[in-house]
């Protein structure tokens, strides 16, 4: 087969599933804000200079893993449901004669490309909310810190390795449902 085909398949399923996928990788984009927003400013150097900022980085960075245990729930039962949903199809074609590891590169584009989308317009968005909740910060707790306008490499780096991971667990357990499931089984499978 040409090697464009399953990427090529993979979007117009993407496409084909919107109402499905459009609020998965919006809840991805946002719980990727969050984490990177709360990382970043437990990160930030400039709060080290006020006082109480080493406690308040503290707290910041027990909020990082609260957001990112709860991402990894929320994002993993909502990828769950995306694939119970498309048991069918994927039943479909594989009685048709599509064989698994097929519907298993399929997926694995469809995957990717959430992940992209989802990792990259979640850093975007978090690099440009980020300052005006640093700001908010600055203002609650009534402090004067120079503000400077610079993306956070760490916050990025960690943000990209907890959401790909969520997105490569997502993407095993979605091959597993597939592989141990027998054709008819995945017909009746939005039905369980």
Known sequence: MNSLFYPKLAVSNLKKNAKTYIPYILSCIGSVVMYYIIYALSADSGLDKTSGGEQLKVVLSFGSY?????????????????????????????????????????????????????????????????KLMYLALLKILHLTVQLNFNLSIPAVIATSILFG????????????????????????????
């Open 66 to 130: 609260v957001i990112a245990i709860f991402s990894v729930i929320f994002l993993f039962y909502t990828h769950s449901f995306i694939m119970k949903r498309r048991k069918k199809e994927f039943g479909l074609l594989n009685i048709l004669g599509m064989e698994k590891r097929h519907i298993s590169r399929i997926m694995f584009f469809e995957c990717l490309y959430a992940a992209i989308i989802g990792i990259g317009g979640g850093l975007l968005g978090g690099f440009l909310f980020s």
């Open 165 to 192: 991971v969520i997105f490569t667990l997502s993407y095993v357990n979605a091959l597993r449902q597939i592989h141990w499931s027998k054709p008819v089984d995945l017909l009746k499978g939005g039905q369980t």
